[in-house]
């Protein structure tokens, strides 16, 4: 299983940014077994879990982006969203997809969020 990120950038504080999260070398009936998150990595902190949608299909948040940022996945293509508004500096870092589920855990290469003030 691969996991590709994309969709980072520089952004001003205030706008907007979607991450996508594509699995390859997955069918897809093993697709929504899975638990995905969002992760992200300031400089100088440690990787923390920002949103994560179940396979069950509900979602948690960290506190700091709740009512911003929302997770949603779509079946067919095999891929997570992570819609990032009114963005704040406070959200830059290194943003990390991750699928889990029993006996298996992978991680995409992480993509660059910017966002200045």
């Known amino acids: 299983v691969q996991l590709q990120a994309s969709g980072g950038g520089l952004v001003q504080a205030g706008g907007s940014l979607r991450l996508s999260c594509t699995a390859s070398?997955?069918?897809?009936?093993?697709?929504?077994?899975?638990?995905m998150g969002w992760y992200r990595q300031a400089p100088g902190k440690e990787r923390e879990l920002v949103a994560v949608?179940?396979?069950?299909?509900?979602?948690n948040y960290e506190d700091s982006v709740k009512g911003r940022f929302t997770i949603s996945k779509q079946n067919s293509r095999k891929t997570v969203y992570l819609q990032m508004n009114s963005l704040k500096p406070e959200d830059t870092g290194i943003y990390y997809c991750?699928?889990?589920?029993?006996?298996?855990?992978?991680w995409g290469q992480g993509s660059q969020v910017t966002v200045s003030s």
């Open positions: 991750n699928f889990k589920r029993l006996n298996a855990n992978y």
């Open positions: 070398r997955m069918i897809l009936s093993e697709f929504w077994s899975y638990n």
């Open positions: 949608i179940n396979s069950d299909g509900t979602t």
